[in-house]
């Protein structure tokens, strides 16, 4: 699956809320601490490792997900910037059994990251089938606060990549966002821009 993101600098949280509340479905609130490690043959990309702790019916739930991306930032719509990444994911049981096979692999931690999430959802139709964009309020320490909104994409053909960015763009300004407030580095970017 192919999941096709736009994020962008929010400035008035309580604002957007209550624009989500308005045009979107509250699905969840959820925490996720990541921590990304990097391999011995210093590759580009990734492999995440995910705790996600969930209220479900006043029950805490936890679950535990390894993440493989192949990132691209790709141009879109009106010249906007959207993140094109071919995502590999599964659960695991015990993160610690995983994490020292990577370490035993010579694989080293290259980064954590905790996000607070509220998580919306929005369908629109798009030629006579519904699609659902998924809209993520996320509070990042010591970033601050974002709004993800992601697609995800049976395919990268470009014709239907353009599509989504198009669509992307549009539910941004929709919710009262503007092209300025997009953010088209990583989060791996900004957290060690702060690093000393």
Not at 82 to 105: A, G, M, R, W, Y
Not at 169 to 189: F, Q
């Amino acid at each position: 699956m192919i999941e096709i993101e736009l994020k962008a600098r929010v400035s008035n949280r309580l604002n957007l809320i209550n624009v989500l509340d308005e045009k979107a479905t509250f699905v969840q609130k959820v925490s996720r601490d990541d921590i990304y490690y990097k391999s011995p043959a210093q590759v580009a990309n990734k492999i995440r490792i995910r705790t996600e702790k969930k209220e479900i019916d006043g029950k805490s739930e936890e679950s535990y997900l390894v993440t493989y991306k192949k990132k691209e930032n790709r141009q879109g719509a009106a010249g906007t910037i959207t993140e094109v990444n071919e995502e590999h994911e599964c659960t695991i049981s015990d993160p610690k059994v995983f994490q020292l096979f990577l370490e035993d692999s010579a694989f080293t931690v290259d980064l954590t990251k905790h996000k607070d999430v509220m998580d919306w959802s929005y369908t629109f139709d798009s030629e006579g089938k519904t699609l659902t964009a998924n809209l993520e309020l996320c509070n990042i320490p010591p970033l601050g606060d974002f709004l993800e909104i992601e697609i995800l994409s049976p395919t990268d053909e470009e014709k239907t990549v353009k599509f989504l960015q198009t669509k992307l763009l549009e539910i941004l300004l929709m919710v009262g966002l503007s092209k300025e407030d997009i953010e088209t580095r990583y989060y791996s970017e900004l957290l060690k821009s702060r690093l000393p």
